[in-house]
């Protein structure tokens, strides 16, 4: 059933119901319309699109090219101009680069090839001024594999709308630098330190002994008196001396001349330690006096000055 027939069996229909049969009929035509609009458009886009892309180098010298040294050699070309089974139709297309699967986007450029005047072709372009970013990733293939798209403008990796081609590109080798080893150094020899040479002092005369002269003869030498030994001090308020009284001899009788006074002989030492005439008393008293006036003294000062 075309639409037109469809449209005048629903105008019939909405003359015999009422405003509310009208609003449903609306509906329905708009969505039947919507419907066969949708296939007519799939209809055509189920023709394949004709023509076909080419990778090269820039300068076009190699046709179908498959391996390129590095991403930015690798160009594009439309297929021969003219009306031949390669021509491109006229229109805008997007540009893509892709892992062999389609599935990991690479690069890609929207709008950026026009075909016009049935020319049918384009390029040679270089994929690095096609797509971004530039240059494209590198793709996840181990082998090094690309697939290149070009695709009418809005249909970007629909089969029916886009032509592809594979291509590979060597990796890019690293160049490890090699490790330069620092340069040895030479040692520098230490010179040997030369010894200076000892002064030697000039000998030095043995002197000559100057003779000692011989003192002449003193004769007898005189003998040196001993010293007198110093009595022990007593101090006064232990012992104080009662001066002897010299006894005045009597008056003389008138004539009698005084008989000079006896000159005492002083006696030898008889061991023991006797009287000498003129002294006050046995040496040993003396030395026990001093001994004992000499702790007294002490006692005093002790008594003086406690500790």
């Known amino acids: 059933m075309s639409v037109r027939k469809l449209t005048h069996l629903l105008e019939s229909s909405l003359a015999i119901g009422g405003d509310k049969l009208r609003g449903i009929v609306f509906v329905m035509i708009v969505a039947i319309a919507v419907v066969i609009g949708t ?54 297309y997007d540009v893509a680069v892709t892992d062999p699967s389609g599935q990991t986007v690479l690069g890609s450029g929207y709008g950026i090839v026009t075909i016009s005047n049935g020319e049918g072709t384009f390029g040679p372009i270089s994929l690095c001024d096609l797509v971004v970013p530039s240059p494209y990733d590198t793709t996840p293939n181990p082998g090094g594999e690309y697939k290149a798209w070009v695709c009418v403008a809005g249909q970007l990796f629909s089969n029916n709308d886009c032509k592809t081609d594979n291509f590979k590109v060597r990796p890019a080798e690293t160049v490890t630098p090699t490790a330069t080893p620092p340069p040895t150094r030479t040692p520098t020899a230490t010179p040997t330190r030369t010894a200076t040479p000892t002064k030697t002092p000039p000998p030095t005369g043995t002197p000559t002994g100057t003779p000692t002269g011989t003192p002449p003869s003193t004769g007898t030498p005189t003998a040196t008196p001993s010293p007198t030994p110093t009595p022990a001090l007593i101090p006064p308020w232990i012992y104080t001396p009662v001066p002897t009284a010299t006894p005045t001899p009597p008056p003389l009788p008138p ?36 001994a004992f006036s000499l702790v007294l003294t002490s006692w005093g000062i002790l008594r003086r000055w406690p500790i």
């Open 39 to 92: 296939f007519q458009i799939h209809s055509v886009s189920a023709e394949p699109l004709p023509g076909a892309i080419f990778t090269t180098l820039l300068d076009g010298s190699v046709v179908n090219g498959n391996i390129y040294d590095a991403k930015c050699d690798v160009a594009l070309n439309g297929g021969p101009s003219g009306p031949q089974s390669h021509h491109l139709p006229d229109g805008v």
């Open 255 to 290: 004539g009698e001349t005084p008989t000079p006074p006896r000159t005492p002989v002083a006696l030898p030492p008889t061991g023991g330690g006797g009287l000498v005439e003129g002294g006050s008393g046995p040496v040993w008293w003396g030395a026990v006096v001093a």
